[in-house]
């Protein structure tokens, strides 16, 4: 069933572009259209279907917040859009009007409203053909991805790539075409520059990296299951031992007291984790502390100390965390610091 949200957003796409007091381009020539829609997305080549380029137009309206921006893009007419590789960026691309196929990797499907939209990889090279199309796009930024993604993983940072296609009946795909019809009607109601709170704002990113990454399928989709213990029915003792380290992680480790708390014996309980986990309870503690680290350090206020908020989590060794946090999310905590302020300052 349609959410009045999205139902909203389909209703009024028909009559009038969306989030019309953000717009970034309007015109009808095709150079302007691909120079400055590239600045603000990625350079890309733009070419009609038809050689003179009859019936031409691009639209372009653009809420930015921080790690993510809402966009509405239409184009009239039929064009070719070859952007190769994304590089910086995820795009969610819901289609409200108009028609598209869309090539991402090896992978060739179309688009149309209410049946199926598109999640494009980074790091796979995309192809598009839009006809008198406009869709309400998703940007968002890699870094924040991939290392959530290491966070519910257990691996090192990597690239992540999500399955292209995504289906708007399936749950899923409803559940993420609701939030995005919202997220656009909450910058429409906002206006520029649409400021939102810190707290606003993180429950946003949550959400969307939610519906990313527990909702679409990638890459990383199999890890995330097996390291939260989803893959199969996770034995109780298990699941104890793993709420308890969760619960306990500023702690110092004792095994004694884990195999207490979950009621088998040590040996059990390390070849229980290497099983159903596929680490072992260090190493889970550490990538419960470094999860920890990163989400305290994304949400940081100013004049925060990483060695308090290490300490807190139950690190002991500064030069080891710094190692174990960089090799995992590929920065350094300091980086991931400065990377947060310079967005408070931005936004």
Not at 105 to 132: H, I, N
Not at 138 to 151: G, S, Y
Not at 266 to 281: C, N, P
Request: hydrophobic share 45%.
């Amino acid at each position: 069933m349609m959410s009045a949200a999205v139902q909203q957003m389909s209703t009024r796409s028909s009559r009038a572009e969306r989030l019309a007091a953000f717009t970034r381009v309007t015109t009808n020539d095709v150079d302007e259209a691909a120079e400055q829609i590239g600045r603000i997305f990625c350079p890309h080549d733009l070419k009609p279907a038809q050689a003179r380029a009859s019936g031409f137009s691009a639209r372009h309206n653009c809420a930015g917040f921080d790690g993510f921006s809402i966009n509405y893009v239409a184009y009239g007419g039929t064009v070719s859009i070859d952007p190769g590789c994304l590089d910086r960026f995820f795009l969610v691309q819901i289609p409200l009007t108009g028609t598209a196929h869309i090539s991402a990797g090896a992978t060739g499907f179309d688009v149309a409203p209410g049946s199926t939209a598109s999640l494009l990889s980074p790091t796979l090279p995309t192809r598009m053909m839009w006809r008198d199309c406009a869709q309400a796009i998703l940007l968002v930024d890699r870094r924040m991805v991939e290392q959530r993604a290491a966070a519910l993983s257990g691996r090192v940072a990597g690239a992540v790539e999500f399955a292209p296609a995504i289906d708007l009946n399936a749950p899923s795909g409803r559940q993420l075409q609701t939030s995005l019809a919202e997220l656009v009607m909450l910058a429409e109601r906002l206006g520029p520059p649409g400021r939102l709170s810190p707290a606003a704002m993180a429950g946003w990113r949550e959400t969307l990296l939610e519906h990313l990454l527990n909702g679409q399928r990638h890459g990383l989709s199999d890890a995330i299951r097996i390291f939260s213990g989803q893959a199969e029915r996770l034995p109780r003792a298990l699941r104890v031992a793993r709420d308890h380290l969760a619960d306990n992680a500023g702690e110092a480790l004792d095994l004694a007291q884990l195999a207490a708390a979950s009621g088998i014996g040590i040996r059990a309980l390390q070849l229980g984790f290497r099983r159903h986990f596929g680490v072992s309870i260090s190493e889970m503690l550490l990538d419960i502390r470094l999860a920890g680290l990163h989400a305290r350090l994304a949400l940081a206020s100013p004049g925060v100390s990483i060695t308090d908020i290490a300490f807190d989590l139950g690190f002991t060794h500064l030069g080891r965390m710094s190692g174990a946090y960089r090799q995992k999310f590929g920065e350094t905590p300091s980086a991931t610091l400065r990377r947060r302020m310079s967005s408070r300052l931005l936004s």
